[in-house]
T-cell receptor, first 109, second 118 residues
């Protein structure tokens, strides 16, 4: 069945470091791919999405490219800030919305 | 334009009591999803509803849990005879269209209800 495998955390980075959170997927058909972010005590918010192969989603300095050949949708940011500390979820649409287990990111000053 | 509303935000119940969690979707959205998030775990799909219909309840425990989305009013997730293992954050999400392959509609999440069973 459809599924998402996400890099395990927690991840701790210094401010201005480069961030990569890996996400790979298994799916039949042509799913859309998403990254959601959850700040402490809040619900999930959509960060970015891509709907077809080679699409790049981007928002707030974060980027992810839909790679069909490697079935991946890795999240990247060139220079993280303390305010980026949160839990990040990769997800895909199939007959349901499938979420990864989440990766906790802490950015220290 | 109000987002997805959930109430209560925090709910404390003793073992054996009933918990009722409410979700009002975004205006214009007729598809509602419930998820459970256990400590240190990801989001687990529970149930997908449209107005007056349960579309997919494959993630719902077979006993004690039920969900509805009536023609009028919010969606309700009901947990009967709660146990300590039910303590979790329960999130509701809504979308303007249903999920499916080739569907790019994102889901909009509410702030969650944190259930604590003592």
């Amino acid at each position: 069945g459809d599924s998402v495998t996400q890099m395990e955390g927690p991840v701790t980075l210094s401010e201005e470091a480069f961030l990569t959170i890996n996400c790979t997927y298994t799916a039949t058909g042509y799913p859309s791919l998403f990254w959601y972010v959850q700040y402490p005590g809040e619900g999930l918010q959509l960060l970015l999405k891509a709907t077809k192969a080679d699409d790049k989603g981007s928002n707030k300095g974060f980027e992810a490219t839909y790679r069909k050949e490697t079935t991946s949708f890795h999240l990247e940011k060139g220079s993280v800030q303390v305010s980026d500390s949160a839990v990040y979820f990769c997800a895909l649409t199939g007959n349901q919305f499938y979420f990864g287990t989440g990766t906790s990111l802490t950015v220290i000053p | 334009n109000a987002g997805v509303m959930q109430n209560p935000r925090h709910l404390v119940r003793r073992r054996g009591q009933e918990a009722r969690l409410r979700c009002s979707p975004m205006k214009g959205h007729s598809h509602v999803y419930w998820y459970r998030q256990l400590p240190e775990e990801g989001l687990k799909f529970m149930v997908y509803l449209q107005k007056e219909n349960i579309i997919d309840e494959s993630g719902m425990p077979k006993e004690r849990f039920s969900a509805e989305f009536p023609k009028e009013g919010p969606s309700i997730l009901r947990i009967q005879q709660v146990v300590r293992g039910d303590s979790a954050a329960y999130f509701c999400a809504s979308s303007p269209q249903g999920q499916g392959v080739r569907n790019s509609y994102e889901q909009y999440f509410g702030p969650g209800t944190r259930l604590t069973v003592t």
